[in-house]
C-alpha cells in the first residue's frame, strides 16, 4: 500500500509541476511580452516591436519611425522590456553608416577621456560637413544620438558603463526583422 500511495503522490505532484511550469511559460510568452508590444507601441517614434528569441536568447526588437528625442524613448522602453536587451531598427542609408563609423573615434575618445563638451563639439563639425542633422544628448547611462539625413536616420544608444540593455542598432534590413 505505501509504495502505491508514493507512487500516486509522486505523479500527482509531477503532473501539478508540469501544469504550474505550461502555466507560468504561457505567461511570460504570450501575455507578458503581448503587453510589453503593446506598451511600447503607445511610445512616439516607435512604429513595432517584437520578442525576438535567437540562438536561446531573447531580445526586444524596435522598430522606430522619425525619433526627436531618442533619450526619452530610451528611458519608456527601459521601464518596460523587463530582462530583454532592446535593440533599435532604424532607416538607416549606407551615407549614415559612414558618418557614424567616421564619429565612432570622437565618441571613443570621449567616453574614455571624459571630455563631452570636446566630443560634442567634434561630432557637430562632422554632422555638418556631411550634410546630416545630428541629435546628441547623454545622461549618466549612455549617449544618444540620432543622424537624419532627409527622411532617413540612425539612432544609436552607446552605453557609458556596458549595462547591456541596448543592444547595437540596426538598419531595417536587419535579419532578426519578421516584416
Known amino acids: ?5 508514493i507512487t ?3 505523479l500527482v505532484g509531477m503532473l501539478i509541476f508540469g501544469l504550474l511550469l505550461s502555466g507560468k511559460l504561457l505567461y511570460e510568452n504570450k501575455w507578458l511580452e503581448g503587453s510589453l508590444i503593446k506598451e511600447s507601441q503607445q511610445i512616439s517614434g516607435v512604429l513595432s516591436a517584437e520578442i525576438l528569441d535567437k540562438q536561446g536568447a531573447s531580445e526586444m526588437l524596435v522598430n522606430t519611425g522619425q525619433v526627436t528625442n531618442l533619450q526619452t524613448i530610451c528611458t519608456q522602453l527601459k521601464t518596460i522590456s523587463g530582462t530583454h536587451p532592446i535593440r533599435l531598427v532604424d532607416q538607416r542609408t549606407p551615407e549614415l553608416e559612414e558618418v557614424y563609423q567616421q564619429m565612432q573615434f570622437a565618441i571613443q575618445e570621449g567616453m574614455v ?3 563631452f563638451t570636446q566630443m560634442q563639439e567634434t561630432l557637430t563639425a562632422q554632422a555638418e560637413q556631411a550634410g546630416v542633422m545630428m541629435n546628441l544628448t547623454m ?3 549612455g549617449i544618444y544620438l540620432v543622424l537624419t539625413q532627409g527622411e532617413h536616420q540612425l539612432v544609436s544608444v552607446i552605453e557609458r558603463h556596458g ?3 541596448f ?3 540596426v538598419g531595417k534590413d536587419y535579419t532578426g526583422m519578421n516584416h
Open 1 to 5: 500500500m505505501t509504495k502505491q500511495r
Open 163 to 165: 549595462q547591456g540593455t
Open 113 to 115: 577621456m571624459g571630455n
Open 8 to 10: 500516486i503522490i509522486s
Open 167 to 169: 543592444l547595437p542598432s
Open 139 to 141: 545622461d549618466n547611462e
